[in-house]
């Protein structure tokens, strides 16, 4: 179990040996921080995922998101969080 400041964002970026950064190393999106947690995208991803978890991301973070057809991260959001 996690703070609440933590587990509030339902995945974090980095999550290194004494903290944990809501961010990647390529930048702050909320599309990079939730899309890398899903990759590698196979039926593997289940095991790891929910499916309440899923419903919880996408209707607490996810769904408030501009995703573009054109964004390749909109796919990995996509697919991942079904």
């Known amino acids: 179990h996690h703070p609440k400041d933590y587990a ?3 995945a ?5 040996q004494n903290k944990a950064h809501y961010a ?3 930048g702050k999106k909320f599309e990079y921080i939730h899309g890398i947690q899903m990759l590698p995208l196979s039926p593997a991803l289940m095991l790891a995922r929910s499916p ?3 419903k919880l991301e996408w209707s607490e973070i996810l769904c408030n998101l501009p995703l573009a057809l054109t964004d390749r991260w909109t796919s990995v959001l ?3 969080n079904p």
Do not use: A, E, Q, W
């Open 12 to 16: 974090p970026g980095m999550l290194l």
């Open 24 to 26: 990647t190393y390529f």
């Open 78 to 80: 996509l697919t991942g």
């Open 8 to 10: 509030r964002n339902r």
């Open 52 to 54: 309440n978890f899923n």
